[in-house]
């Protein structure tokens, strides 16, 4: 019962009551040489039926929320699956009225969308947290960063709305023809500037996810040590060095595992992303292409679907995005652990 | 920088010019590489204070223009009426304020005692079970909120046949554990284990050191963990578009229930201006009300990291 039983007992500098109990004859030990033992045992001592009921009652209780949602999803769409099987995965057509149901239109317009969302807001993220925890004054920090991580609370329904009445005009009037002129990248941005695209509902998952990126990278420099700040000084590098060659690699974990963090997001915004990415059922084949993604697809069918196979179908896009961000979620943590490894110093 | 010392010719006659020759061209090089260096990191803070700039203009351009849109849609009608028909000006949205607190304060009903009963287990328990709970409650903050809404809708409103505020409770609840339970947990261990010692050295069972001394030393960090997974619980729309329906008024947790981040999803995108309107508002009061209780739950948090100091 002891929650801290088990951990391998560390020199306590309180502790005064062991170091000399090897070298005290038995007669002469004082009592106090007996109150180590006597506190574990009273440790250890069960703390009750009431308050281990407690414990049990609300792991349990969560633990089988947990699983109860894994399994109705899994089971609700079985049908789906037993329909058209994995070939789910790789059908382009989304056609409820002919019985044709592909997600392959939505995963790609997800991960384009995420790619997106990521190429925006990862650099100009980890820039900002590097200006605010390493360069700027405090005068100038503090108050930065106290907005930033306010902003980061704004729900993604007001970023939506937002980018519906504000950005999807001025998308379709200026930021779209202007980007089509632009030499080298025009080859992403071909096709009629309408408003409503993909390249919108990246850009409204970069606003969306940035102030987290900022927070947590920021956390993570803070973290690293003075002394390795100091050292990097000391071998004479500039102030901007010690950022670059000491700062940001001791950090490097931390702004991973923000990444992570801030891809989950985008994966799975589902709201903001239905209102401005246009709702097309088609491939995309520019950034300017209205498209879908599985959460704005889930949002526009679920409401609309019969019982049966219909809604089955949509669930099924459901598990889908449960098994992407799962993915993308292992594969972080696959990746912290390769690297923390050799890291050891 | 090797190169030229090797250079240098060795000899009796020609060490003192050459060491201060070598000298001269070390400092030349070096001043050189450091007005590089400097000029290099100048470059980069430029593109930092940039990348700050681009950062800030979009979240500052959203809360200003939400607030300035916002506030011109509120008057004392918009928070006592009900809303009028599709298209038609006036009306309030007195029903979703209702219908977002009945939500959420359910939804922390169920989720509260449960998080921190479960955050006590993971504080008091190591081992594969324990283990898997904390696996668990990672994974489930990753989960889309999509995704949970529609297993509250299986769950839920499928076997009841009808929408409630209960099933949007339900899944909200479900989204806020995950947090409740690790920063409870984080908080909890934050007490030091000396003050546990001495509940149990008076003799003290332990439910009541928990209750008395671990639970109110780590009162603070849970407050801020629980408002802060409330704030986010009330701007969520996706789990509530398909379990709580958009009626309304009510009071009846069992009955469809408005909400207002559903408000503003079906006024955002309706065509109509005095929608959109009505839109601004209810963003600009979930701004609000979501800004208050970060900003609540960060007094709290300083205070607690005061005491602490």
Known sequence: ?345 | MTTETAAVPAGGAGMGHGAARRRELIRAQSARSLRRRHLTGRGAVGLCVVAVAISLTPLVALVAYTTSRGIHALSVDFFTKIPTPQGIPGGGISNAIVGSLIIVGLAAAMAVPVGIASALFLLERRGRIAGAIRFTADVLTGVPSIAIGIFAYAVLVEPLAHFSALAGSFALAVLMLPVIIRSSESAMRAVPRTEWEAGLALGVRRGRVVRSIVLRGALAGIVTGNLLAVARAVGETAPLLFTTGNQLFNLSPLQPTGAVPLTIFSDGTSPFPADQQVAWGAAFVLLLFVLVLSVIARLVAGRLNRQAR
């Open chain 1, 1 to 345: 019962m002891g929650a801290w039983k088990k951990e391998p007992e560390v020199a306590d500098p309180v502790d005064r009551t062991t170091s000399t109990l090897e070298e005290i004859p038995p007669a002469e030990r004082t009592p106090v040489a007996g109150v180590k033992e006597a506190l574990q045992r009273r440790w250890d001592r069960p703390g009750g039926r009431g308050y281990a009921a407690l414990r049990w009652g609300g792991a349990t209780l969560f633990a089988a929320v947990a699983i109860a949602l894994v399994v109705t999803l899994l089971t609700s769409s079985s049908q789906a699956f037993g329909h058209s099987g994995l070939s789910l995965l790789w059908t382009g057509t989304w056609d409820p009225t002919h019985k044709i149901y592909g997600a392959e239109t939505f995963i790609v317009g997800t991960l384009i969308t995420t790619a997106v969302a990521l190429v925006l807001a990862v650099p100009i993220g980890v820039a900002t947290a590097a200006f605010l925890s390493e360069l700027a004054p405090r005068w100038l920090a503090t108050p930065l960063s106290v907005l930033i991580d306010l902003i980061a609370a704004v729900p993604s329904i007001v970023v939506g709305l937002w980018g519906l009445l504000v950005l999807t005009p001025a998308f379709a009037h200026h930021v779209e023809p202007f980007l089509k002129t632009i030499p080298v990248l025009e080859w992403f941005f071909h096709g009629p500037a309408l408003g409503p695209s993909m390249l919108l509902a990246g850009v409204v998952l970069a606003v969306m996810i940035l102030p987290t990126m900022v927070a947590l990278s920021r956390t993570a420099l803070a973290g690293v040590a003075l002394t390795d700040r100091e050292a990097a000084r000391a071998l004479g590098g500039t102030r901007w060095q010690v950022v670059r060659r000491a700062v940001i690699p001791g950090a490097r974990t931390g702004i991973e595992g923000a990444v992570t963090l801030a891809m989950g997001r985008a994966l799975g915004e589902s709201i903001a992303v239905a209102m401005v990415i246009g709702n097309a059922y088609v491939i995309p084949h520019s950034l300017l292409a209205p498209g879908a993604t599985l959460g704005s697809a889930i949002i526009n069918n679920f409401g609309g679907a019969t019982p049966g196979l219909d809604r089955s179908e949509v669930i099924a896009l459901v598990v889908i995005l449960l098994g992407i961000t799962a993915l993308v979620n292992a594969g972080g943590q696959v990746l912290l652990r390769s690297r923390s490894r050799p890291a050891v110093h």
